[in-house]
């Protein structure tokens, strides 16, 4: 039975390396042609032209009040003409609406909408009186969570496409520009979702917020979750848009299609995985209604995110992430294998629910199996220093490439030690992969058990000394 | 604490989950079936050794002993005629794992079992005869102390044999062949007898030993690469920067001082040199007018780097081209137009907007003429694209009704989008045709169109199709009759209002209403006040200043 086990490991270790040096290669060569292709592009043309569509960015926000007004600050200078902030307060117990409603001088109006998605009750609808922030409008509601909060921000929404954002997240001046594009261009396929490449802000240099320094965080988990990003985005992420198979757009940015938002039902509030949840939906909307779509995917840093700097908050973090993927797999499991799904259910679900959601769990499993094999005394350990150089010099590797990937595209680290940093890291990385699967785990035990709920996060604020 | 714990552990076994690869098989006894196997495995399981009393208990308790396991049949055959002389039936060869093993089946008797050796642990040899170890090809050896000493001799001197003469030549030939195989070891590396745990390995060992390799090689190719990539990219940065501002000098001496075109002739030798001074021509003409402009293409000419463009225009790869017809419109040279008209039809986006840019600059008459050849789908971002030249340039703008009866229904929206920006008032008859249009996104942009320009002729019509459209036009349709308010559509208005389920429809109606000025605003107060339908909401939503 071990050895079958162990074979078993072995083998799916393989084909997960064999895996993601295939999506690295062909990360490689996307991205080269998207970089090639967007030197000749001048985004300018759409800033004020008159002809760029109209987007409504939704940001929900509870209890956000150390990071709300500089995220308000960026939104409202993005460059793009014809855009609206819906921002959500979802029943905040701290100060942020009252901050909002002070800082921005709100004022009640008789806006009416529908409820064409289910959402809490909407308190109210506020706009400011000063008109040089006339986008902007608060939806003050009930509590009901994120998914919830996005459901209020699509039903005052009017306009056709929508952006959902993180209200911890900053964002690209230039980040709408970019997103609008794939709706603009003539396809067979209609484009029903964007998204593009998550930064960590951690450490930055940032003023009333903008970033006016990128540096590498001081602290080793944020520094280890650079590396991390880099790779997921910039090899995993790139690739499966390629092969039209994305099956996540990061909810810290997102541009859809609201009319198939809609209707395929909103976010659903069962989930902590809202995000991903809501993209297979609409992939399985469209599919089962034989339509061409895409999900579209940009490779440039479009917004910028705190991740947690303490073991405690990445735990909280990583657990919810895995009770989303559970949730959302087990919701969809419907796509698995399925050749009506096309690569999305043939080669996408299969992909994550082996990788993404199993993998985690086995590895633990042989963690464990070779600690009590250690004790036991029965490990080969010349054997073992084997695999595991293996093992370990695979992963580096394809940490190093996809450090040499940013190096030669985005160059978004300026400083040489911060890349020698990175690099540095990269090293170390492999050896924190098993607190990720505990993490992983954990998140399972708490769907298996049916635990609901965001929990509690930190925020440390955007703001940075120099 | 346990969690913390539990994590530090899991620290140092980092990665390595699949070294539990090496842990499972059991070393040298084989169970007569897989029922035993645990039993088997508990006794092997404290040291690589086993011990001499837990061989009596097998034997007693009929375990077979393996006494030797051969890749090749003939070699296993080879003991057992040895053996089979003193122990006749019970001795047996069993074929299992690919390996053909001599095993004693069954023993009665006490006498004592000495364990001898295992086969691999070379540093427990003690019995110089029964030392069978290393022998290519020959797993795992146990010989039974109670075998008499002529057995023992024979065994050890049928597996020397093996191993020496006979085997040499029988395989010899296999040894090569794996030798060739495996880059780093072959069977008889005294490293693979460390690794080798399968026992039929070799090619694992050996893969895992190329992947660590290349992994770490490649590893120290991409820092290579990071190192050295960032200092070429800011020298060559640094040398650009350099040449640009040295070249923006040259040229506004040249065109405005009384500097030759020597100095440029030595430029044009350097390749890269001699596109960072192309790049600054098209600079600076980008500001230029009359006779500036017009020295500066003769410079351009003279220095017959317009063979260069023309020779990038036909280039197989998409971003000379692009670099090639920026550089010809620019410049005004028509050599490669046929080039540019080809690639209108292009596949990929960039190339196909640049080529319709080059042709409105190196159009005289019409710039928008291709648009008659146009088959592909004009995408909006070719329109804004286009439409921002047009802004920013001092062409000249024709008269877009001549393309709404295009077949490419996206040429007929882009002409009615242009008819709004250049308020193109004279192309309302043609305007009014395409309400009639087949495609409803086409009827959708000429519904807008008519009510951004006011065209009071469409009011009927739009009241017609109202009906029929589907709920986007229908909106639009509302919003257009908001534009230009006219009092004979109060009633019509008043009736969606009532009518319509829908919120969006109901409101863009009111607002309509309140378009109208003193009588809609009246209108919708008289509404509020009947308390048939409680239309107070919509109408105080319309009436919000702050909000529209």
Known sequence: MGYYFANFIFILTCVLFGSYIFLGLFSAVALRKYLRKNSYINYNTLVLSPLSPHVSIIVPAYNESKTVLDNIRTLLSLYYNNFEVILVNDGSTDDTFDLIK?????????YYFDYKLPCERIRGIYKSKNPSYARLMVVDKNNGGKADSLNAGLNISRNSLVVSIDADSMIEPDSLLKLVKPFLEEKDKKVIGTGGVIRIVNSCYVEKGFIREIRIPEKILPRLQVVEYTRAFLLGRMAWSQLNGLMLISGAIGMFDKETMIKSGGYSTKTVGEDMELLLRMRRFMAEKNSEYEVTYIPDPLCWTEVPSDLRSMRKQRTRWTRGLVESLLTHKKLFMNRKYKQLGMLGYPYWLIFEWMAPLIAFAGFLYTIILAFAGLVNWPFFILIFSFVYFLAVCLSIWAILLEEITFHKYRRKMDVMKLIGVAFIEPFIYPIYTYFSVRGNIESLRGKKGWGKATRNGFEKKK | MKNQLLLILLLLFATVFQANLTLCKPFSISSPDTTRSKKTEKIVSSDNKITISSLINLSKAHYPIQLGAFKRKSNAEALYLKIEAFFGEAVKIIEEDGYYKVRLTSRNGNNDIEYLNLVYSSDTV??????????????KIIVSASVPTQIRASIADSVQALSSSSYKTQNEQSAKNIQHKFIFLNNNSPWLKKFNYFGKSVALVNALIIFITGSI??????????????TRMEKEERLRQFLLEKYQGMIINYLF??????????????????????DQMIDVSINLKGDAEAKLRELYLNMGLDRDSVKK???RQWHKKIKAFRELAYMNIRDANDEIYRCLESKNEILRIEAQIALVRLSDDNPFEFLNHLERPFSLWEQITLYELLVHHDFKVPLFHQFLSSPNDTIVMFSLRMIREYKQLDSEEYVLKVLQHNNPDVRKIAIEVTGDMRMKQALKILKKMYKNENYDNSIEILRSMGKMPDEEMLGFLKLVLDKEDDIQLQIEATKSIENMGEVGVKSLKKIMESEYKNYNIIIRHVLDKRIN
């Open chain 1, 102 to 110: 002070e800082v921005y001088e709100l004022d009640k109006v008789n």
């Open chain 2, 126 to 139: 003690s019995d110089e005869k029964n030392d069978v170890s290393a022998k290519p090809g020959l797993d």
């Open chain 2, 217 to 230: 090689f490649t590893m120290i190719l991409f820092l290579i690469f990071i190192l050295l990539n960032r």
């Open chain 2, 257 to 278: 001082g009384d500097n030759l075109s020597d100095g440029f002739m030595t430029i044009a030798s350097d390749k890269f040199r001699r596109q960072v001074l192309i």
């Open chain 2, 313 to 315: 225009a036909y280039s």
